[in-house]
């Protein structure tokens, strides 16, 4: 299995929901993301969790709140969210530091979020 | 901090001809991993190329390839025989040895003309 699997692929959300991205790959990966991407623009780091710690959070909203309840599983739970936080949230994984080189991110296609 | 940069938001090409996307970067790291990757209208990012900073010789993935002048911090991506498939955003990106700190450029749209 050479997939990282994102549910939903699509989400709309109100304000006051409380709701969750799930992530999982089985490729024995050590390392998972988070990235929010804007239509038309780069994604943006949110997230890195190396060997199921969180080792970066990039000064995110705590709005949003990660959790990596194993090696193969990722969350992203939301909760009052605001219309600007509707993107694209992409989950990637990859070898763990100190793992042999880096061959890169495998990313999966990503939940289309909508906040009304 | 490392900033990775594309100065060409939108490119085309015809069909079988060949194109060529830059990217500069900048750090002050020796030791790092350049990318390409590519994200078509059904958005999943894919991997295209990879550059190992230490070594000098370019990579090439079949019609792919890439020229890497580490001195002048420049990482750009041929394409050769494009093919209509290759219709898609480019992003070029950055990480430095032994982190998780995966950074892109901001994308280059490329168009492949019929």
């Known amino acids: 299995d050479t997939e990282v699997t994102q549910t939903p692929k699509h989400l709309v959300m109100g304000m006051t929901n409380k709701k969750s991205l799930k992530c999982e790959q089985h490729m024995g990966h050590r390392a998972m993301y988070w990235y929010k991407q804007k239509a038309k623009k780069p994604p943006e780091l949110m997230f890195v969790?190396?060997?199921?710690?969180?080792?970066i959070n990039e000064s995110v909203p705590s709005r949003f709140s990660p959790e990596c309840p194993n090696s193969s599983l990722l969350n992203l739970h939301l909760h009052a969210l605001q219309p600007e936080d509707s993107a694209l949230y992409l989950c990637?994984?990859?070898?763990?530091?100190?793992?042999?080189?880096?061959?890169?991110?495998?990313f999966g296609s990503g939940t289309r979020l909508t906040v009304v | 901090a490392q900033t990775v940069t594309q100065s060409q938001p939108e490119m085309s090409v015809q069909e079988a001809e060949t194109v060529t996307l830059s990217c500069t970067y900048d750090t002050s790291e020796s030791n790092y991993y350049l990318f390409w990757y590519k994200q078509p209208p059904s958005r999943q990012m894919i991997l295209v190329i990879r550059q190992e900073a230490y070594k000098q010789q370019n990579a090439t993935e079949n019609r792919f390839s890439v020229n890497f002048q580490k001195a002048a911090k420049s990482f750009s991506l041929k394409i050769s025989d494009s093919q209509l498939g290759d219709t898609a955003m480019y992003f070029c990106?950055?990480?430095?040895?032994?982190?998780?700190?995966?950074?892109f450029g901001a994308g280059t749209r490329l168009t492949v003309k019929p």
């Open positions: 969790y190396s060997y199921e710690k969180l080792s």
């Open positions: 990106a950055f990480i430095r040895y032994n982190n998780n700190d995966m950074r």
């Open positions: 990637a994984s990859s070898q763990g530091t100190g793992q042999g080189p880096n061959y890169g991110y495998t």
